[in-house]
């Protein structure tokens, strides 16, 4: 409101105010003498009406005037207090919609793929992604908590949509690379550790071309499990963790025949279970076992699938009272494995792919030290040593080896010396 209007403004109240004060006057002095009148407290903010009671004495209209004039000033107190109040409110609302433009382009920088991403791990060099368009709310994963499909809630820290850097390695441009082109280059780029990074932005690039496309979508899931094993951050983890297993959940819902979609949703139920307490890590473990069977049905010569399977088995067998217990109490049953049924399992995939990899042989002498088989124990973690490391895995896994050796050594000197004591003892009573 200008300046000029507040001043005609408070001008014709003043006027107006006088008007009607001393049309009361008139008619207290004429009409109605030494009675007694009762005004409501108008124009005051916020507060209850309080009658104030003005005895009119006919014989002193002086006194009366003072009252008035008084009350006069009150209402242009409050007149003034109110128009302050509109001020401050103009320059509130002037500011809000200088604001609310930035706060727009604050929301599209978030959700569009415009913040540069962090490093993923020291090794892997963040770089900016180009922006992309926001997907609408029915194919993006945005909001903090999701029901999963056991039927309880898990959190998600972030959503698919956000941004990751995008590769330039490439000649070819992006949006002309076809799907057997696509799926090609990243199986081949997985081969790699160097080449997992890789892989994944390039399966980001294409997203929104091939989204609904099983064989993508099933290798996008798997490429957020691969991001989960490269990050060194707990935070990344689990985001990764939490929207590769919702694109592995699209991809069973998309093709619930297809192997590789049981297979790589399974994984990532395995991976969010470690950020959850122990009723969700229970309920994870069961989903977990769940499509591994189904992933098992499909692929029957897949190797992967025992070796995970075996984990899972030597994993039960080794739980406490406690998580038995809480797991009967969900399932009504207590989930149960030996070391003898994840050893089977260690050694079908190493029937179907001998020499699988250090992982699955660490395993399998684990089982064979539990079971105190331990010239197994010693053959298979030599055949361990022999495999060549090329993932961080590998590498946590002869360490492992190495260290199961130097206590296996120890344990047939003891059984060697005690041998050749016998001998002795036997060869001297002769």
């Known amino acids: ?57 006919t014989e002193n209209s002086q006194e ?20 302050t109040n509109m001020e401050e409110l103009k320059e509130e609302i002037k500011f809000l919609k200088e604001t609310i433009p930035k706060l727009e382009e604050y929301i599209q920088d978030e959700l569009g793929g415009k913040i540069i991403v962090h490093k993923i791990s020291p090794q892997h060099r963040a770089r900016k992604r180009r922006p992309t368009a926001v997907q609408s709310s029915a194919t993006s994963n945005s909001s903090e908590e999701a029901e999963s499909e056991g039927g309880y809630i898990t959190a998600n820290t972030d959503t698919e949509e956000q941004s990751f850097p995008v590769l330039k390695a490439f000649n070819t441009p992006i949006d002309e690379l076809k799907l057997d082109v696509l799926l090609q280059k990243v199986d081949n780029l997985r081969m790699q550790e160097s080449g997992k990074m890789e892989s994944f932005e390039l399966l980001c690039d294409h997203k929104e071309k091939f989204k609904e496309e099983v064989e993508f979508m099933w290798r996008f899931a798997r490429a957020y499990g691969d991001m989960f094993e490269l990050s060194t951050n707990a935070q990344e983890k ?64 897949e190797p992967f699938l025992y070796y995970l399977k075996g984990r899972y088995c030597y994993t039960v067998s080794k739980l406490s009272w406690i998580e038995k217990k809480m797991a009967a109490t969900l399932f009504g049953k207590i989930p149960s494995s030996t070391v003898q049924e994840a050893l089977c399992n260690f050694l079908k995939a190493e029937e179907l792919h001998p020499g699988y990899s250090i992982p699955n042989y660490m395993y399998m002498v684990k089982c064979y030290v539990d079971l105190e088989e331990n010239q197994n124990a010693w053959k298979f973690c030599h055949l361990a040593l022999l495999l060549p490391v090329v993932t961080k895995e590998d590498q946590e896994a002869q360490k492992e080896v190495k260290t199961t050796m130097a206590s296996l050594k120890r344990i047939l000197s003891i059984f060697v010396m005690n041998v050749i004591g016998t001998m002795l003892v036997i060869v001297l009573d002769l």
């Open 238 to 301: 689990k985001h990764f963790a939490n929207v590769g297993k919702n694109v592995g959940e699209r991809a069973i819902t998309r093709a619930p025949m297809n192997g590789h979609c049981h297979l790589w949703y399974a994984i990532l139920c395995g991976y969010v279970s470690q950020f959850e307490g122990l009723q969700n890590k229970i309920n994870y473990g069961q989903r977990f076992k769940e499509h591994l069977d189904t992933a098992i049905q499909f692929l029957p010569e």
């Open 1 to 57: 409101m200008p300046h000029s209007t507040n001043k005609e403004l408070i001008f014709g109240i003043m006027v107006g105010t006088a008007g009607i004060s001393l049309l009361v006057l008139w008619y207290h002095k004429i009409r109605k003498p030494r009675s007694a009148m009762s005004f409501p407290k108008l124009l005051s903010l916020g507060k209850t009406f309080e009658p104030i009671a003005f005895q009119v004495d």
């Open 64 to 83: 009366t005037g003072a009252v008035f004039q008084r009350r006069q000033l009150q209402i242009l107190e409050k007149l003034n207090e109110l128009l």
